[in-house]
């Protein structure tokens, strides 16, 4: 979607801000034990008390409040009877729609204890993710965002994940502009015009270029295997730069 006017503004800040807190939350909760599901009631709690619906279920059925994906899993992960273990790398997104406006956020966690190497790469896919923010504003080119996190991923040597893209938001969860690469893309001519909303959601790994499907219809696992975590927020193209809507407060 692109903001027209003040009121678009405040409603899609609102339901970022409630994405962000029910993410937040969700992350502080965390532990070992735990099933994925059990985690998922949390989101739901505080999404139903706000007074927002869960984008995945309203938009797609999906079977779950929010996206669970531990370890091999990266992305959709169905929340269930799987207990999160010390040690586990655990993705959780928040997308939630409420007086029509959607926005969409994301982080991933390391459950203590966890090698020097994924605590890196939780660090620095929060990098990333801020290396592509910051080439967000009205007029500049979208192929910039994958080409900034691209350089970012190379020079730190890790691998990003090639088709799962950034994508717009705000009306519904998935909208123009669609499939907008958090890689390099030469491809990519099109630009960003005044108010246009949309994620910056890279997927950077320890080896991982793909995304597979599994044996259900959603969970999608990394390949090659490879811990890989994903950072998102939702965020406006304006001409004084990047407008975040899905801060909490703590940065995730």
Same mark, same amino acid.
């Given at each position: ?104 956020? =994301?982080?991933? +966690?390391? $459950?203590? %204890? ?9 660090? &620095? /896919? ?68 005044? =108010?246009?909303? +949309?994620? $910056?959601? %890279? ?9 597979? &499907? /599994? ?38």
């Amino acid at each position: 979607m692109t903001i027209s006017d003040d009121n678009d503004l405040t409603r899609l800040k609102e339901i970022g801000r409630i994405v962000a807190i029910t993410l937040e939350a969700m992350g502080k909760a965390l532990e070992p034990g735990m099933t994925t599901s059990e985690l998922d009631q949390i989101g739901r709690t505080l999404l139903d008390a706000a007074g927002a619906r869960s984008a995945p279920e309203l938009a797609y059925d999906f079977p779950g409040a929010t996206c669970i994906s531990v370890n091999e899993e990266i992305a959709h992960g169905i929340p269930g009877e799987r207990r999160i273990a010390r040690g586990d790398l655990v993705n959780i997104d928040v997308s939630a729609e409420k007086n029509g406006f959607f926005a969409d956020t =994301g982080a991933s +966690f390391a $459950v203590p %204890p966890v090698t020097r190497a994924v605590e890196r790469l939780c660090r &620095d /896919g929060r990098r990333a993710m801020w290396t592509g923010l910051r080439q967000v504003g009205a007029g500049k080119p979208i192929a910039g965002i994958g080409q900034a996190i691209g350089t970012f991923a190379r020079k730190n040597g890790y691998s990003l994940v090639r088709n799962l893209a950034s994508h717009g938001v705000g009306l519904s969860l998935h909208e123009e502009p669609t499939e907008i690469a958090t890689w390099p893309d030469r491809s990519e001519r099109r630009v960003m015009s005044e =108010g246009l909303v +949309f994620t $910056v959601e %890279p997927f950077l790994s320890l080896g991982a270029e793909w995304a597979q &499907d /599994g044996d259900d219809p959603w969970t999608l696992y990394s390949s090659p295997e490879a811990p890989t975590v994903q950072y998102e927020h939702t965020v406006i193209a304006t001409r004084g730069g990047p407008v975040i809507v899905t801060l909490a407060g703590s940065g995730l």
